[in-house]
């Protein structure tokens, strides 16, 4: 499809992100995801044909990541160089913080230039979207009291409750393999959990896919051993949304019996509810001791479900041979050194190129929040920036 193509369609959508930060994709409205989607296609598009997207002349965007990260970091960072921003990370140990500075103080004092501000929390079950709101808040306050020129933009780059950049980079990856996000309808895709020889793994990744495609009107199955529970409200808002769409959810134990027939399959480790809060208040308590022990006893249970690892057979049971394989990545893959893990290294290699692929759509998605967060009709932008800069590469 043309850019001028993907313009017009974006132009027939109505979303109200303007000035909005991005923080869960259920409180957006399906207008707000498809435009993120289409303003993501376009510009990976106008990249590929090296048109410049950069809108920006100055600016930083800041990122506070309170966990590892390697993909959503620089996918990040690439996202705001493409739009033309400096990106700066805050390390919160070399900041006042350990001080006492409070949040209100730092939200403000990182904020007078910048234009966005990427946050991931995810450590802290119950604390990492309630810190991004608390931001969010110290900046409208700043704004609204004439200390900062421009309301900086917040995106959730992972939170105890949502990964919206990892799952909309998802489901962007799958519109693409499928030709349009109509095609996905029908399509089975099952969020499981796999076998990990580590533990303490968030539980935003699969509660934000089962959220974000029950919306596609997409059969969708969570497969996890009985107590590997997610957040029950967000497990709710998952049936919800597929009851409004048309497609399913369904919740099963057997890793073996939810991948027959499917489409896709997401295999993925993560920690279970309750574990996940015990985890909370040992980490807040800064228990050492405790946290050690709870990884012990974690382990050794993990340990009874080495089978929950997706591997040669269980392809065989998908509908089709070439039955899509996704993961967020890094993939915990069973080798000569771990005698199971996530993903056999056999079904990895055949879908590593894939998986970078699916990797590849996060930065365009996070610019394309980025955008739309900035411009009230990111159409007409888009337009006069293509027709702009293809004259500089001679299209």
Known sequence: MKINDRINLLRQLKPALFKKDFLLTWEKSDDDLKAV??????????????????????????????????????????????????????????????????????????????????????????????????????????????????RPGIVNLQ?????????????????????????????????????????????????????????????????????????????????????????????SHSMKEAVRDADIVYPKSWAPFSVMQQRTELLKQGDSKGLDELEKQCLAQNANFKEWEYNEEKMKLTRQQDA?????????????????????ETVFEKYRIPTYVEAGFKPYIIAAMMFSNRFENPAEVLEKLFIRNKKRVGV
Not at 75 to 90: E, F, T
Not at 324 to 344: F, R
């Open 37 to 150: 989607l289409e303003i993501a296609s376009i510009l990976k598009q106008m990249r590929d044909e090296n048109i410049s997207p950069k809108m920006f002349d100055s600016g930083l965007a800041i990122s506070i990541f309170r966990d590892n990260s390697t993909r959503t970091r620089f996918s990040y960072a690439s996202a705001a160089n493409l739009l033309g921003l400096a990106v700066q990370d805050l390390d919160e140990k070399k900041s006042q913080i350990a001080h006492g500075e409070t949040v209100r103080e730092t939200a403000n004092m990182i904020s007078f230039l910048s234009d966005f501000i990427g946050i991931r929390d995810d450590m802290f079950l119950g604390e990492g979207h309630k810190y991004m709101v608390e931001v969010g808040q110290a900046l409208d306050d700043g704004y609204a009291q004439g200390v900062l020129p421009v």
């Open 159 to 251: 939170c105890d409750q949502d990964h919206p950049t990892q799952a909309m980079a998802d489901l962007l990856h799958l519109q693409h393999h499928y030709g349009s996000l109509e095609a996905l309808k029908g399509k089975k895709i099952v969020m499981s959990w796999a076998y990990s020889p580590s533990y303490g793994k968030p539980l935003s990744v699969p509660q934000g896919i089962i959220a974000l495609m029950t919306r596609m009107g997409m059969n969708v199955e969570l497969a996890h051993p009985e107590g590997y529970d997610l957040i029950p409200e967000i497990v709710d808002i998952a049936r919800n949304n597929a009851k409004a769409s048309g497609g399913s959810f369904k919740i």
């Open 324 to 344: 899509l394989y996704m993961h967020c990545l890094p993939a915990d893959i069973t080798d000569v050194s771990c005698d199971a893990g996530e993903v056999s």
